[in-house]
């Protein structure tokens, strides 16, 4: 009997042929727990992936990717952020588990729908939004990496990063203002490529511009995203 990565709750699990030699693509979260994460749907902005409502939009973009776009410093960095839940309480309760309390088995559940919206999705690269060396030993692991590692993908390391304050200690302008905090590490393998980032929320878009500007900087011919949450 397998139990659920969130709750720990027994699953029942109905055997045939398809699910024993299908058994890595098997649940491993109950019908309560995925019922509770939120996913986007219906319109979207066609840059990040926000919902979109009549009076936060400006025709097929929210008003945060307009304001973005009509920045000549950041206009065309990141060409598409596609993103799978709202950042609802209950995600962010599960992602906190996983990221910040180290339950890195947490990473399973997420597998079954990066690995489907990905394949709607064009590239050439995948790299990972890296951690700074201090975070990482405080972590003890990037939950970025971990996505591609279970999706048995090869992530790039393309980025490195300088330590900062979290960015979860800081406001919404603190976040867009601030300094450019990557390097690219391989500028050869990047030469007019498209990329792929893959990172777990995006909040302000302000770390994926930054990556993805810096990536176009180097050589790349456009980057876009994924991330769990929005």
Not at 18 to 37: D, Q, T, Y
Not at 65 to 83: A, I
Request: net charge positive; with cysteine.
């Amino acid at each position: 009997m397998r139990r659920c990565l969130f709750c720990d709750e027994e699953m029942e699990e109905v055997l045939t042929w398809r699910s024993l030699l299908l058994r890595l693509n098997a649940k491993v979260i109950c019908e309560g727990c995925e019922s509770r994460l939120a996913k986007i749907s219906g319109e979207t902005c066609t840059v990040c992936s926000r919902e979109l409502d009549e009076k936060f939009r400006m025709g097929d973009r929210c008003l945060d990717c307009v304001r973005w776009e009509k920045d000549e410093k950041w206009k065309g960095c990141l060409t598409k952020n596609v993103s799978i839940f709202h950042y609802n309480d209950y995600l962010k309760d599960i992602i906190a588990k996983y990221k910040y309390r180290g339950d890195y088995a947490l990473a399973e559940a997420f597998v079954p729908f990066l690995r489907e919206k990905m394949k709607e999705m064009d590239f050439e690269i995948i790299t990972v939004i890296p951690l700074s060396e201090e975070r990482l030993k405080e972590r003890g692991f990037n939950q970025a990496q971990a996505f591609t590692d279970l999706l048995c993908l090869e992530a790039l390391q393309l980025l490195t990063r300088v330590h900062t304050e979290k960015q979860s200690k800081k406001s919404r302008k603190e976040r867009i203002s601030l300094p450019q905090v990557f390097q690219v590490t391989q500028t050869d393998v990047i030469q007019n490529k498209s990329v792929l980032i893959v990172d777990d929320i995006y909040t302000t878009g302000s770390t994926l511009r930054h990556a993805a500007k810096i990536l176009k900087i180097a050589g790349a011919r456009e980057v876009s995203s994924i991330t769990l949450a929005r």
